[in-house]
């Protein structure tokens, strides 16, 4: 069965670091590209980047560039994604998903169960 | 970027047919997929590639698209159907993703 499994819940304070993880089993986690998507409370999806974890190349969305880090660990079959200073607004829950293509098109499937990141001071 | 825009809510009664939008600037020629999202779950794909179904989910979920609009639709309503739906295509000119606004399905 493919299976994404996501870091527990975090809550940290304004300018804190943190990275959350997302590890994959069931399939060839070298494969596929993996995407994280944002859910700030009460509102929609918003895909941020995915990382192709064969050789690590990462691309973002125009609104996370430089916000973020997203970056994977062939080793032990899991993506991460990393913030250097957080800000309140950081606060949302955080999917990871896998990547599926077909003929230059790609959606997600399976999702994470999510992690919540509560950035308050 | 590619914006996708949906219906912020439905509503119907049980056994009735559920049809959501989807609409964006010739989202005839990319192809759609859809989410299902109950509250506090993950989002779980329900329709990809236009109209296939994953396994599991049940034929009277289905999906079309043409011109400037994406539909799915669900026959036969049910209480368990009340969730956040998305739609979601690659733009392969910015070479991103992008979600619709979502909307929402309440079985009155």
């Known amino acids: 069965e493919v299976q994404l499994v996501q870091s527990a819940a975090e809550v940290k304070k304004p300018g804190e670091s943190l990275k959350i993880s997302c590890k994959a089993s069931g399939y060839s986690f070298t494969s596929h590209w993996i995407a994280w998507v944002r859910q700030m409370p009460g509102k929609g999806l918003e895909w941020m980047g995915i990382i192709y974890p064969g050789d690590s190349d990462s691309r973002y969305s125009p609104s996370f560039q430089g916000q973020v880090t997203i970056s994977a660990d062939k080793s032990t079959n899991t993506a991460y994604l990393q913030w250097t200073m957080l800000k309140t607004s950081d606060t949302a829950t955080y999917y990871c998903?896998?990547?599926?293509?077909?003929?230059?098109?790609?959606?997600?499937?399976?999702w994470g169960q999510g992690t919540l990141v509560t950035v308050s001071s | 970027s590619y914006v996708l825009t949906q219906p912020p809510s439905v509503s119907l009664a049980p056994g009735e047919t559920a049809r959501i939008t989807c609409g964006g600037e010739?989202?005839?020629?990319?192809?759609v997929h859809w989410y299902q999202q109950k509250p506090g779950q993950a989002p779980v794909l329900v329709i990809y590639y236009d109209s296939e179904r994953p396994s599991g989910i049940p034929e009277r979920v289905s999906g079309s698209n043409s011109g400037n609009t994406a539909t799915l639709t669900i026959s036969g309503v049910e209480a368990g159907d009340e969730a956040d739906y998305y739609c979601q295509v690659w733009d392969s000119t910015s070479d991103q993703s992008v979600f619709g606004t979502g909307t929402k399905v309440s079985v009155l």
């Open positions: 010739n989202i005839g020629s990319n192809s």
């Open positions: 998903a896998r990547q599926e293509e077909a003929e230059r098109s790609y959606w997600f499937d399976p």
